[in-house]
Each structure stands twice: as structure tokens, then as C-alpha cells.
């Protein structure tokens, strides 16, 4: 180690959890972040600033102004000027430490990129906002044997959960089925900083923990916090499952597919239409709608306000129509403006 990484590092060294071996795994570990919101964003700061010496960050969405309240990689700047959070988030990050290597992503976490997007890693945290992107993480982290570490925040509650493939219960064999019936979200219930703060940082914890080499003294178990009310419990560790169908069937339903569609975002009135994607050539695209709506655009999205709607069209033809949940409307939209 060089005497300016040692320097930059050496409170953190002289933790005995972690010392000098320790800080040498995690500056020649890789790790992926699935979402730079407000979960991921602590995440990958944290990691960045305690020297991981690669970080993938998978994001398909943008900066707005109802993100400053909670995600601290980003600025106004960021949101008046609709900025991918995966390439804010890499322009901070790499501000902050400019020695790690930092691969910016702007896209949606599908089947047919899981390998591309998971592949080569040696953890993966999840900031993600549904269950069929951890369902998909789940899947690909038990079929390739890759920790990855679970978490979730809404008002003022969330929970985290490692999961150790082959060795500790996944995320299906404690919720076999996402949960029914309508979940309170961002959206609907609010969300406080703190929270996701606290998430965040047990996350990231759990991170270092096995990063440094102490795996096999990470918690298997399910950590729950409220910040408003202070309580703080820990249920578990859960047994594996012998007929999950992921981890003991060995069937991986998400990662080969077969529960893909538009879904529903986190923390606002929208639907994302993924399952449209071919290249769609943005400026040609703002063109042909700057005489019938709002535009505006960059190399890496597009927006237009088409009243009582803002569509964000993507290069790979992905799209996010805000102020609908409905996913015949949105399809409606998507076909009227971007086209079939």
C-alpha cells in the first residue's frame, strides 16, 4: 500500500476488525450497487470513502428535486438538469476518491443483462425500490454463489438482511411471495432521511465486514429499525427453506424471466415501460415532439411534458411516464409518442 492510500485509510486500519490485511481485501474488492437512491447513494459514498477498488452502480433513473430530501449525492443542479443518478453519483464519487474505479450504468436491471450487469463481482447491495429487481438479485446471486446484501426503508421503518448463498436462508425463503395487496411507499407513506440513512450504514457495514474477510462472522439474520420510535429488533436467523424455489429447487424464476412487466416505481406516480427496447435516437425524438409538448433533452434522456403526463424516454427505448399507475395507459402513451 502506498503511503498515501495508507494515510487516507489509516483510521479505518486501526480498527481491529478490519487492520492493514483487511484494508488490502477491500481496496482489491468489487462490489455492484443495484439503485443510487437514497439507499444506494450511502452505499456507494461509504465504499468509495473506505477504498473498495471497484463499484458498479446500476441505476435506469434520473435526479428530481424530491430526491434532495434523502439522497445526498446530488444537488439541485443535478435535478433541474434531469442527470442520470448513475452518472451523477460517479461525477461525486469520483470527486471524493479519485483512486477507485467506478463503472456508471444507466440502465434497468433485467434478465438479459444480469450477467453483464452482476457478473465478476464479489457482493452485491441492494438500494433497488420493488421486489422483482431483489427477487432478480436473489435469483442471480444464489445460482452464482455471490452475497449480496438486502434492504429497504419507507417512513420511518426499514430492515435489512445479508444473504449468504448455500449457506444462509434467501430472500425467498423468508418471503416466498411478494407481499399482497397495496404496500405503503415512498410515495404514499413519505420517507425520512435518517432512515435511510441508518439502512444504509448496516448495509454497508455488513459490506466491509465480509469484504475484509470476517464473512463468516456476519449476522444472518433480519435487522429491523423504526427511527421515529427508536425500536430496534433482530428476528432470526431463519432456517433455508428445503422447497424454495430458488435456493433449494434451484428454479429461478426472475433471473429466466418469467415474471417480467412494467411495473409500478417507488416513490412516485409512474410506470415504466421496459419491455419496448430498441435504440430510439433522442435528438430525432425531440424533434418530432417540440411541436407538440415541453421538451427537453441530453445524451441521456429525453423528457417532454405532455399534459397531464411527463414521459423520459431513454436511448434504449425504455421509458417512464410520470402521472399514471395505470400500465394501459402508459403503453397508450409510450406507442402514441415514441411509437410500437
Known amino acids: 500500500m502506498d503511503p498515501r492510500q495508507n494515510d487516507r485509510y489509516s483510521r479505518q486500519q486501526r480498527f481491529a476488525g478490519i487492520g492493514e490485511h483487511g484494508q488490502r481485501r477491500i481496496l482489491a474488492s ?11 447513494g450511502v452505499q456507494a459514498e461509504a465504499l468509495a470513502r473506505a477504498g473498495i477498488g471497484f463499484l458498479r452502480l446500476i441505476d435506469r433513473d434520473y435526479v428530481e428535486l424530491s430526491n434532495l430530501q434523502r439522497q445526498f449525492l ?11 443518478k448513475a452518472v451523477a453519483a460517479k461525477r461525486r464519487l469520483s470527486e471524493i476518491n479519485p483512486s477507485i474505479e467506478i463503472d456508471a450504468v444507466i440502465a434497468d436491471l433485467v434478465p438479459s443483462n444480469a450477467d453483464d450487469l452482476l457478473g465478476g463481482v464479489d457482493l452485491i447491495l441492494d438500494g433497488s425500490d420493488n421486489f422483482e429487481t431483489r427477487y432478480l438479485i436473489n435469483d442471480f446471486a444464489v445460482n452464482r454463489r455471490v452475497p449480496w446484501i438486502y434492504g429497504a426503508a419507507v ?9 449468504f448463498p448455500g449457506d444462509s436462508a434467501c430472500l425467498r425463503c423468508v418471503y416466498p411471495e411478494p407481499p399482497a395487496g397495496a404496500q405503503p411507499t415512498c410515495e404514499t407513506a ?3 432521511s435518517p432512515v435511510t440513512l441508518a439502512v444504509g450504514a448496516l448495509q454497508v457495514a455488513a459490506a466491509l465486514k465480509i469484504l475484509s474477510g470476517h464473512a463468516a462472522e456476519t449476522s444472518r439474520a433480519v435487522t429491523t429499525l423504526d427511527v421515529w420510535t427508536g425500536e430496534i429488533r433482530r428476528a432470526g436467523p431463519f432456517e433455508r427453506d428445503p422447497v424454495c424455489p430458488a435456493c433449494a429447487l434451484k428454479r429461478f424464476d426472475y433471473l429466466e ?11 412516485r406516480n409512474a410506470v415504466q415501460v421496459h419491455d419496448c427496447f ?3 435516437n433522442l435528438a430525432e425524438l425531440a424533434a418530432r415532439l ?9 445524451e441521456f434522456a429525453l423528457r417532454a411534458n405532455i399534459d397531464p403526463y411527463e414521459l423520459t424516454v431513454f436511448p434504449d427505448g425504455r421509458a417512464i411516464i410520470k ?14 409518442y415514441v411509437g410500437n
Open 190 to 192: 413519505g420517507v425520512l
Open 155 to 163: 417512513g420511518s421503518y426499514g430492515l435489512v438482511m445479508p444473504v
Open 30 to 40: 468489487r462490489a455492484a450497487i443495484v439503485g443510487c437512491g437514497a439507499l444506494g
Open 323 to 336: 402521472g399514471t399507475t395505470d400500465i394501459g395507459v402508459a403503453r397508450s402513451i409510450y406507442a402514441r
Open 74 to 84: 446530488f444537488d439541485e443542479s443535478d435535478a433541474l438538469s434531469s442527470m442520470p
Open 257 to 267: 424471466g418469467r415474471h417480467r412487466a412494467p411495473i409500478s416505481l417507488c416513490g
Open 290 to 298: 417540440e411541436p407538440l409538448a415541453g421538451v427537453r433533452w441530453n
Open 278 to 280: 430498441r435504440p430510439v
